[in-house]
């Protein structure tokens, strides 16, 4: 069976600390896909970022980052020099390749900036 | 493009009340699907279509009916509402469902429900 979990239920930092949300998964499939989104106070669902299973390398976008290991089946994702702006909800989540329209999510990270 | 859209953004029910909510999209994507988002457990698939005339039950699909008549339109329905229905629900579409590339999920604005 497929499992995400997001052991963070919410973080406090200050603004311009780094942080580090975690995301750990869990799936039989050899191909798949990994996704981060953002849910600010306003309530949409913001996609972030995808990554498939054969692409470990990391990315960088701007303040964000991710950090993808297989050999840990984690998907980590880094916001460096962290703002208010970045207060929201981020979810993980993960889909089988040949389905990719089914999300499994995790139960997301309450992020809290202070100025 | 309106992109998904969902109707109403908010709802307040009595138990046992029937109601349907709405989700449009105008992207003349193939798949769609219902989530429901809950505090503490993230968002979960409800029912899913992989096209007109064809529906399929998600993880929490008991309390849940839908069809899919056009492409456009996935309305989800509470036949017969209870409290344990209170929640954020979530429309999403994709082009299509399945293959190697992938597709990615356009989500609507979400439909806050609450029934008392």
């Known amino acids: 069976a497929q499992k995400v979990t997001q052991a963070q239920t919410e973080i406090s930092v200050v603004e311009k600390e780094d942080v580090t949300l975690d995301c750990v998964y869990e799936t039989r499939d050899t191909t798949y896909y990994l996704f981060w989104y953002k849910q600010p106070p306003s309530g949409e669902l913001v996609f972030l970022i995808r990554?498939?299973?054969?692409?470990?390398q990391n990315e960088i976008s701007g303040r964000y980052s991710w950090n993808f290991q297989k050999s840990t089946s984690s998907f980590n994702f880094t916001i460096t020099a962290s703002q208010v702006v970045d207060s929201a909800v981020y979810f993980c989540a993960l889909s089988e390749a040949w389905n990719t329209d089914k999300l499994i999510f995790g139960t997301g990270t309450r992020l809290q900036v202070f100025p | 493009n309106a992109g998904v859209t969902q109707t109403p953004k908010f709802q307040v029910l009595k138990t046992g009340q029937s109601m349907t909510l709405q989700c449009a999209q105008d992207m003349n994507h193939e798949y769609m699907s219902w989530y429901r988002q809950d505090p503490g457990m993230g968002l979960r698939l409800i029912h899913y279509s992989v096209g007109a005339g064809i529906t399929d039950q998600g993880e929490v699909p008991n309390g849940y009916n839908v069809s899919r008549s056009t492409t456009e339109d996935f309305p989800l329905r509470l036949l017969s509402a209870a409290p344990s229905q209170t929640s954020v629900y979530f429309c999403?579409?994709?082009?299509?469902?399945?293959?190697?590339?992938?597709?990615?999920?356009?989500f609507g604005p979400g439909t806050r429900l609450t029934v008392l």
């Open positions: 990554r498939n299973s054969f692409d470990e």
């Open positions: 999403a579409s994709s082009q299509s469902s399945g293959g190697a590339s992938y597709n990615e999920q356009f």
